[in-house]
């Protein structure tokens, strides 16, 4: 499997915007789920926004909920991550992740993403 590739991190302030974009192969955005995830300092990476790419359906960590948006291209395999109204506490690393098994469970279920991106530092501060 081809890891995907982020783009888009960088430093804004309390209250600023940031879209992220998750590059991935064909094989593996077809039919398959795309998420985002996270990991502050000290902490342990947590699910942030996932769907799935045929139908487009969407879960989010009650966390971002209102405030972040994940999308998806699919003519060229894309899945971005609209982040707005940033708060300092979202300040940690963004991975892009998906599956290599499709069919099992929902694409919330966190634990079964086991592709990951190189990830891309986002830093909320005044």
């Known amino acids: 499997q081809v890891q995907p590739v982020e783009s888009g991190g960088g430093e804004v302030l309390p209250g600023g915007s940031l879209r992220l974009s998750c590059a991935a192969s064909?094989?593996?955005?077809?039919?398959?789920?795309m998420a985002w995830f996270r990991q502050a300092p000290g902490k342990e990476r947590e699910g942030v926004a996932a769907?799935?790419?045929?139908?487009?359906?969407?879960w989010y960590n009650d966390a971002v909920k209102g405030r972040f948006t994940i999308s998806k291209d699919n003519i060229n395999n894309l899945v971005f991550l609209q982040m707005n109204s940033l708060k300092p506490e979202d300040t940690a690393v963004y991975y892009c992740?998906?599956?290599?098994?499709?069919?099992?469970?929902?694409?919330?279920?966190?634990?079964?993403?086991?592709?990951w991106g190189q990830g891309t530092q986002v830093t909320v501060s005044s």
């Open positions: 769907l799935y790419t045929n139908s487009g359906l969407k």
């Open positions: 064909s094989d593996t955005f077809r039919a398959n789920c």
């Open positions: 992740a998906t599956r290599d098994r499709r069919g099992i469970g929902s694409c919330a279920d966190w634990s079964l993403y086991n592709i």
